[in-house]
T-cell receptor
Framework: DGGITQSPKYLFRKEGQNVTLSCEQN?????MYWYRQDPGQGLRLIYY???????QKGDIAEGYSVSREKKESFPLTVTSAQKNPTAFYLC?????????????FGSGTRLTVV | GQSLEQPSEVTAVEGAIVQINCTYQ??????LSWYQQHDGGAPTFLSY????GLEETGRFSSFLSRSDSYGYLLLQELQMKDSASYFC???????????FGKGTMLLVSP
């Protein structure tokens, strides 16, 4: 079955460490996205990519980095420059150029700074 | 910029009908989408309105009025499993990203 896989489900980071969140999809979607969700908040866009080897900053890109070397993969690195990284991180993918079919989301990674 | 307003919480009983409203302000508008998220889970796509009017999918319906910058999600024959957060989201083109509202928590009681 097609879908999006995020790993790990839970991640603990020490202050000053970089961590990388994995996101893999086998839906053959061109577009992929990273959103951050804080308690009681909506989803805020961190980065997105509409094609391999290209990506764009979202609304809250500071302290994060991404790569898109393969169509199936869009890893997110939370750097030490991100001042408040504790949050629920959601990866999504979609067919580029239409909203009719919506985004497909992964199950998320819950990151906690210890 | 874009902003969306939706109620933070709505309560209802099993079997009832509930409407979750969403108003938006955007620099450009292409369509309104709705997503459901159970606690700690992945958001799932429910519906999309690109044109004015009502779209029906089983027990769920979604409405859009572009002139009023307003839409709603209507849930009928509520079930306990419908207890979840519901997010509206707008895009300003088919090639843009989605901007989400803060979500409405729906609590369904017996």
């Amino acid at each position: 079955d097609g879908g999006i896989t995020q790993s790990p489900k839970y991640l603990f980071r020490k202050e000053g460490q970089n961590v990388t969140l994995s996101c893999e999809q086998n839906l053959n979607h061109d577009a992929m996205y990273w959103y951050r969700q804080d308690p009681g908040q909506g989803l805020r866009l961190i980065y997105y990519s509409q094609i391999v080897n290209d990506f764009q900053k979202g609304d809250i890109a500071e302290g994060y980095s991404v790569s898109r070397e393969k169509k199936e993969s869009f890893p997110l690195t939370v750097t030490s420059a991100q001042k408040n990284p504790t949050a629920f991180y959601l990866c999504a993918s979609s067919i580029y150029g239409t909203d009719n079919y919506g985004y497909t989301f992964g199950s998320g990674t819950r990151l906690t700074v210890v | 910029g874009q902003s969306l307003e939706q109620p933070s919480e709505v309560t209802a009983v099993e079997g009832a009908i509930v409407q979750i409203n969403c108003t938006y302000q955007t620099s450009g508008f292409y369509g309104l989408s709705w997503y459901q998220q159970h606690d700690g889970g992945a958001p799932t796509f429910l519906s999309y309105n690109g044109l004015d009017g009502l779209e029906e999918t089983g027990r769920f319906s979604s409405f859009l009025s572009r002139s009023d910058s307003y839409g709603y999600l209507l849930l009928q024959e509520l079930q306990m499993k419908d207890s979840a957060s519901y997010f509206c989201a707008v895009s300003n083109s088919g090639y843009s990203t989605l901007t989400f509202g803060k979500g409405t928590m729906l609590l369904v009681s017996p």
